[in-house]
């Protein structure tokens, strides 16, 4: 069976689904094809922090473009949620990044003055301060920057919540479709084929396929340097009848809150491939780090 599509995107991640919303917002005929399930992979993985300090070293222009993108997302939220009908579970919980050994205070007072130019509120806490805010951190705990407009969300929601917006608009989806290569009209991609026998034909190819690109660049003979990176979280229950109140960064790890009930602990960095299984070793590095904090 042979169809076709204005854009077709590789990939029903949170970044194909949302680039599907966008261009039906615009009217473009747009097609979705992912080898699995919509939004089953990373996407549904994430802890769903919207905490963009961590990643800035400073200003330039990604610098930028993630402050844009964070500041958007209180009006995404209200938008997409009334288009799909999905809770998104937002939370401005504002977050914590915090040290235990006094000789690594001048380190985070000098990630503090890289982030000022970033215009988001920032407020230095002594331990004292931080355990008022946080009854929970550990006792050893000197020095912290509390950062209130940091946020986080459900991210299996929200890819979720772009998929049928998506769809709901004219977008249509194809599950469990592996591409299998690309047809050409001199250099230019007019389709794809599917492992189905199915040919799509298109104007565009967006290849949103994340962690899976580099099978991608071999359709369009050209190398695409992404290579998948495991990372080990851990859910755990909220204590009682103090529950954690903010999204904790320290010695490598993020502690966050949870509307159910539970914490989210993460996570682990590991070059194994694709391999998704969890380690024994990885859950007693995460935990014990987290009893730390």
């Known amino acids: ?5 204005d854009v ?8 194909g689904c949302a680039i599907a919303y ?54 995404l939220v209200a938008e997409l949620e009334d288009a799909s009908g999905v809770h998104l579970e937002y939370e401005q919980t504002g977050s ?36 008022q805010r946080e009854p929970l951190l550990a006792t050893d705990v000197c ?41 050409r009209q001199d250099r230019r991609v007019t389709g794809v084929y599917t492992a189905q026998d199915e040919m799509i034909a298109c104007n565009q190819l967006v290849v949103a396929s ?14 695409l340097p992404v290579n998948p990176q495991r990372g080990q979280i851990l859910t755990l229950k909220q204590p009682s009848p103090h529950p954690l109140q903010h999204i904790i960064f320290g010695e490598a790890i993020y502690l966050a809150p949870k509307k159910d009930s539970t914490i989210v602990v993460g996570a682990t960095k590991e070059e194994v491939g694709f391999d998704k299984h969890i380690t024994a070793g990885g859950i007693a590095w995460l935990l014990s780090t987290a009893i730390r904090l």
């Open 22 to 75: 966008y261009l039906r917002k615009s009217g473009v005929d747009v097609t979705v094809v992912d080898k699995g399930e919509i939004g089953t992979q990373a996407s549904s993985a994430a802890a769903g922090l919207l905490a963009p300090l961590g990643s800035i070293s400073g200003p330039g222009p990604f610098a930028d473009l993630l402050l844009t993108s964070w500041a958007m997302f209180p009006s």
């Open 210 to 223: 994340g962690a899976w690109a580099a099978g991608c660049g071999i359709w369009l003979d050209i190398p």
């Open 1 to 5: 069976m042979n169809q076709t599509a």
């Open 96 to 131: 914590l990044r915090i040290v235990r050994n006094p000789k690594n205070t001048s380190n985070l007072r000098k990630r503090m003055n890289e982030w000022k130019p970033s215009g988001l509120q920032m407020h230095w806490l002594s331990g004292e301060k931080a355990h």
């Open 8 to 15: 077709v995107i590789v990939g029903g991640g949170v970044i």
């Open 143 to 183: 020095a912290a920057i509390y950062a209130p407009e940091e946020a986080q969300i459900k991210a299996p929601q929200l890819v979720r919540a772009f998929a049928r917006a998506a769809a709901n608009s004219g977008a249509t989806f194809y599950s469990s479709r592996e591409i299998l290569g690309v047809a």
